[in-house]
């Protein structure tokens, strides 16, 4: 037992060590920090649909917003949402009246993100997805929600630093979204504020 | 850098290889069927060529018995593992030639097979209807994809028994007869599995009814509209929440079918199939003031059809929300219900069946009471071959529900 408590001191001392040594002084450049990142751009939805689709919308607005911490090193951790319409589907139920049918996702990943060299990253992302359905026509309007658990995003980027604190670039990003299949890609414009 | 390319290749093979196909493709005997130049089998001639076979050649792959049944569309040769033949067979001349596919259900293996009855090994007895010859069926399966090339022949052992043939089992089809994820060649709940199923040898469905928002009984398993159901299309999310238009119009099964409604289910099995029992697993309480009048139609309609003492349609009743949703119906009592509860629920209701858990054990007591009560037991949802085996050898139930009819009716129609 005492072996084992030994043991589990130098491992903690150890990897203390490791943990502290990777950090430089702050005092002079603050190399640990905290960035907010907003991304405004194009989206386009891949059309896998085998069926129900007589007309449809694939390019739209989107938005993301990615809170990163990036540590001195190549690599940096965060948490990105966003806010994407994937599709509008206009069906045609007789010569009177139709159907829109839009779907709308809103992703909620844990991101990783490494730099390649400088100024150009690649970034991959992994999490939840809120999926709302909106089918509306014929005189009423049905909503619903799916919850997305296997999702992933990659991205490749740009980020030219404009001043201290202030960043700006472009962002090509590709999701998936596991329960309903849905593929995306979307080209945005980024503005990243170092906290 | 060729390196890293490759390494992203080879991480994208990976995750496409993940995608799995929706279904095992059906083997072609070859470019020209000879099933189309014969004539069919007179009824007489079927029953002669149903019963126990002994696998002579091809035994290492299926087993030393076989059984061969015959149902509404074709013939079915089952064995104790699974494997199973999805056959038909007609005669030219005195010579009965038996052609189709067979299919392991626990696994994607499947082949192509053509078999014969020559003339002096039962053929003239089969066309004549006699039942003097020995029945010797000889011919050939593909181990996988290509032409027969595989010896499998099959003696005539004996005939079924008696207790099988007076018995009124009812082997009974999940989901319609078979789950997607069997990746059978038609989708779950649909009229085209309700239309294959007999194949498979079953000879009653279980089924899951919904109500649309507009109040329309139909046919779906899952709460919500998925890509594991049904076709990528543009609804998703509750299925409930959408019309019965809209569900019709934009929303195909996984094998391209319409989902059907309740009302196309039960003409269909009346008036198309040799079905005999229709399980309605009911999956909200709200739908069973609607769907109960249907059933009774139903049941009238058999009537008519003079189907009436051979085909059962049971409401399920799955849990206390249902159940209360019965209770509350007036004259409960006279409508054919299927109680998964206890056994006074059963007694409360005056249900014709009572169907536990295959977990729960045979329970022959209680199985026993229920029969001197005049009533049914069939439990759900049993599916390993170990198990079908004993509950069939030690149980007393009228009825298994399960994934894989053909082992059931292996198991079933060997018995001595």
């Known amino acids: 037992m005492g072996r084992i408590k030994t043991v589990l001191t130098l491992v903690l001392i150890f990897f203390t060590l490791v943990v502290f040594s990777q950090q430089k002084d702050s005092v002079k450049v ?81 991101f990783v993100r490494m730099r390649i060299v400088d100024h150009v990253y690649l970034g991959a992302g992994l999490g939840l997805a809120i999926i709302t359905n909106k089918a509306a026509g014929a005189g009423q309007e049905i909503a619903t929600k799916t919850t997305s658990f296997a999702n992933f995003e990659f991205s490749g980027a740009y980020v030219y630093p404009l001043s201290k604190h202030w960043n700006v670039g472009g962002e090509f990003k590709m999701f998936h979204f596991g329960a309903l299949d849905d593929w995306m890609y979307s080209i945005q414009a980024t503005c990243a504020v170092r906290l | 850098m060729k390196t890293r390319i490759l390494h992203m290749a080879g991480l994208m093979l990976l995750f496409y290889g993940c995608n799995k196909d929706n279904v095992v493709p059906v083997p ?104 003097a010859q020995q029945i010797i069926i000889r011919g050939a399966y593909a181990k996988e994809s290509g ?59 279980e089924v899951d009814p919904r109500l ?43 094998h391209g079918e319409k989902i059907p409604s309740l009302q196309e289910v039960l003409n269909y099995v009346v008036d198309s199939t040799s079905l005999r029992f229709v399980y309605l697993d009911m999956k909200t309480a709200e739908a069973v003031p609607i769907i109960i009048p249907m059933q009774l139609k139903a049941l009238q309609r058999a009537k008519d059809n003079h189907r009436k003492d051979s085909l059962l349609i049971v409401m399920g009743i799955p849990s206390t929300e249902v159940l209360n949703a019965v209770l509350a119906y007036p004259g409960y009592q006279n409508v054919p219900t299927l109680c998964e509860l206890t056994v006074d629920d059963v007694r409360q209701l005056n249900s014709k069946v009572w169907a536990p858990r295959w977990t729960l054990g045979t329970q022959n007591d209680l199985v026993q009471q229920m029969q001197n009560e005049g009533r049914l037991a069939v439990c759900w949802t049993i599916d390993s071959p170990g198990w079908i085996e004993t509950y069939l050898n030690d149980g007393l139930f009228n009825g298994l529900l399960t994934n894989y009819p053909y082992v059931v009716a292996y198991y079933h129609y060997i018995q001595e």
């Open chain 1, 30 to 110: 603050r190399l640990n920090h905290y960035t907010l990142t907003i991304g405004p751009g194009w989206t386009h939805y891949i059309d896998n649909m085998d069926y129900g689709v007589q007309k449809i919308r694939k390019d739209f607005a989107g938005v993301s917003f990615r809170f990163l911490w990036e540590p001195e090193h190549r690599l940096s951790l965060g948490l990105e949402t966003g806010y994407y319409k994937l599709f509008r589907v206009t069906n045609q139920l007789n010569a009177d009246t139709s159907v829109h049918i839009d779907r709308v996702v809103v992703p909620m990943l844990l």
């Open chain 2, 28 to 131: 072609a005997t070859g470019p020209v069927s000879v099933m189309t130049e014969t004539y069919p089998l007179p009824p007489a001639s079927k029953l002669l060529l149903e019963g126990v076979y002994r696998v002579t050649s091809g035994s290492d792959k299926f087993g030393d018995l076989m059984v061969v049944k015959w149902n509404r569309t074709g013939v079915l040769f089952a064995n104790n593992n699974g494997k199973h033949f999805i056959m038909e067979a007609g005669h030219l001349d005195s010579v009965v030639f038996i052609q189709g596919y067979w299919r392991d259900g626990y696994s994607d293996a499947t082949g192509a097979c053509t078999m014969i009855v020559g003339r002096s090994e039962g053929g003239t007895s089969l066309v004549t209807g006699n039942g």
């Open chain 2, 147 to 205: 032409l027969p090339d595989q010896t499998l022949t099959m003696e005539y052992l004996r005939p079924f028994s008696d207790k099988v043939k007076n018995s009124n089992f009812y082997i009974l089809g999940h989901r319609a007869g078979g789950r997607n994820s069997d990746r059978l060649p038609v989708s779950e709940n649909s009229l085209a599995m309700i239309k294959y199923t007999e194949r498979l040898g079953t000879t009653g469905i």
């Open chain 2, 212 to 254: 649309s928002s507009d109040k329309i009984p139909f046919i779906y398993h899952d709460p919500d509209i998925n890509i594991r159901l049904t076709q990528k299309g543009p609804l998703a999310g509750d299925v409930s929440a959408y019309t019965w238009r809209q569900l019709s119009s934009f929303v195909r099964l996984i």
